[in-house]
């Protein structure tokens, strides 16, 4: 089964629009982190925002927020009022602890293109 | 600035000349990993180390070696390098191997095995 599904392949979203971009987690952890990283078409792999299991708010980072829905084993992440320069993939990861060697565990990955 | 650098950027080899990425991190991170990116086969872990002299395979460790002999530095060594390695490679480090630290990632290095 797949440990972090990211359901929406790709999106368009108008400029200056809000986004959510869906992620659901499987663990049996108690202890874990979810993150979400942006890959512009550079290539480079760039932190955004980051949540832990026993965290009881919503993280947040600038534009960026995580809707932490536990019981749901979701994490979805809202980018508000949209920029051109969001356009990229964005991936969901999850890291355990050792049996997992430690790494992260990622999603697919969701391609979001902001129109102008 | 705190940061993971990469060296090359990109790299074009033949098959069979043995090549290193180099990695480095100037955050004093006991954990650092290499991954791999494919289409298709999303990012996969290579080698991790928990700290100097401790090294570990990943999930597709085959073909690769590393070393750690100092905190900073983590270089992936592709001894005879096939077509099939051509892919992505991200070197990231985080201050351990808590679930709850951040990875840091280095820029990639493009890597074309012909």
């Known amino acids: 089964a797949q440990k972090i599904t990211q359901t929406q392949p790709g999106m368009f979203v108008q400029e200056k629009e809000a986004v959510t971009l869906d992620c659901t987690y499987d663990t049996s952890d108690q202890s874990y982190g979810l993150f979400w990283y942006k890959q512009p078409s550079s290539g480079e792999m760039i932190f955004l925002i980051y949540q832990g299991s026993y965290d009881e708010q919503n993280a947040t980072e600038g534009r960026y927020s995580l809707n932490f829905q536990k019981a749901r084993k979701s994490a979805n992440l809202v980018i508000s009022a949209s920029q051109l320069g969001d356009s990229a993939m964005y991936f969901c990861a999850m890291r355990e602890g050792m049996d997992s060697n430690y790494q992260l565990i990622w999603g697919a990955g969701t391609k979001l293109i902001i129109k102008p | 600035e705190a940061q993971v650098t990469q060296n090359p950027r990109y790299l074009i080899t033949v098959t069979g000349k043995k090549l290193t990425v180099t990695c480095s991190q100037n955050m004093n991170h006991e954990y650092m990993s290499w991954y791999r990116q494919d289409p298709g086969l999303g990012l996969r872990q290579i080698y991790y180390?928990?700290?100097?002299?401790?090294?570990d395979k990943g999930d597709v460790p085959e073909g690769y070696k590393v070393s750690r002999k100092e905190k900073r530095n983590f270089p992936l060594i592709l001894e005879s390098p096939s077509p099939n390695q051509t892919s992505l490679y991200f070197c990231?480090?985080?201050?351990?191997?808590?679930?709850?630290?951040?990875?840091?990632f280095g820029p990639g290095t493009r890597l074309t095995v012909l």
């Open positions: 990231a480090s985080s201050p351990d191997g808590s679930p709850t630290d951040t990875q840091y």
């Open positions: 180390s928990m700290n100097v002299e401790v090294t």
